[in-house]
């Protein structure tokens, strides 16, 4: 049974440039929740998908995005790059009707330069 | 608001002895706590989680956590640390399951554990 999934695992990029993240929910996971996680620091909560929709958002401009697909994967984009959007991001999935724990992927290595 | 707060950003230990990692949370309505568990470069995993059952939680590689709501506590122990624990842990909280409810979490806790 796969678990989260993301890709790439490492990405370096210039300000001002526009990124996509990849995410594949574990097996059976219908909510792809993201989060940033700055060095030293706990997550932060960007947004959360469920049925295709953003249901809830963090505290996180409008240069961050995202999309769900009807396979539940989900992609997080994030325009104009600034330096302070280094960070690993992570993927979350959950089951909506479920006991509420998250399962976390690796992470996506962002670097902005 | 929920907020996390855990206090002592490192903890060392000798292996062996006992682990105390603390958490304190803050909430308007019953909350659920996790603890999770994050290895170098790799994403976080769960450790335990408290959801208005039992007060104490037994979790996987030992550890476990008690919920103590006069305290608004949450602190995870191991009575014995092994070499292997030595990772980054950080307690989480959620005001229900409803979808939309996201997860606040701590700013984490770097446990060391010396031979």
Not at chain 2, 10 to 33: D, F, I, K, T, W
Not at chain 2, 86 to 99: D, G, H, K, L
Request: proline share 5%; hydrophobic share 35%.
């Amino acid at each position: 049974d796969a678990g989260v999934t993301q890709s790439p695992t490492h990405l370096i990029k210039t300000r001002g440039q526009q990124v996509t993240l990849r995410c594949s929910p574990k097996s059976g996971h219908d909510t792809v929740s993201w989060y940033q996680q700055a060095l030293g620091q706990g997550p932060q909560f960007i947004f959360q998908y469920y049925e295709e929709e953003e249901r809830q958002r963090g505290n996180f401009p409008d240069r961050f995005s995202g999309h769900q697909f009807p396979n539940y994967s989900s992609e997080l984009n994030v325009n104009a790059l600034l330096l302070g959007d280094s960070a690993l991001y992570l993927c979350a999935s959950s089951l909506v009707a479920g006991s509420g724990e998250q399962y976390f992927g690796p992470g996506t290595r962002l670097t902005v330069t | 608001a929920q907020s996390v707060t855990q206090l002592g950003s490192h903890v060392s230990v000798s292996e062996g002895a006992l682990v105390l990692l603390r958490c304190n949370y803050s909430s308007s309505v019953p909350p659920y706590l996790f603890w999770y568990v994050q290895y170098p470069n790799q994403g976080l995993q769960l450790l335990l989680k408290y959801t208005s059952a039992a007060t104490l939680v037994k979790g996987i590689n030992g550890f476990e956590a008690e919920f103590k709501k006069s305290e608004t506590s949450f602190h995870l122990t191991k009575p014995s640390a092994h070499m292997s624990d030595a990772a980054e842990y950080f307690c989480a909280v959620r005001s229900s399951f409803n979808y939309g409810q996201n997860f606040v979490f701590g700013p984490g806790t770097r446990l060391s554990v010396l031979p």
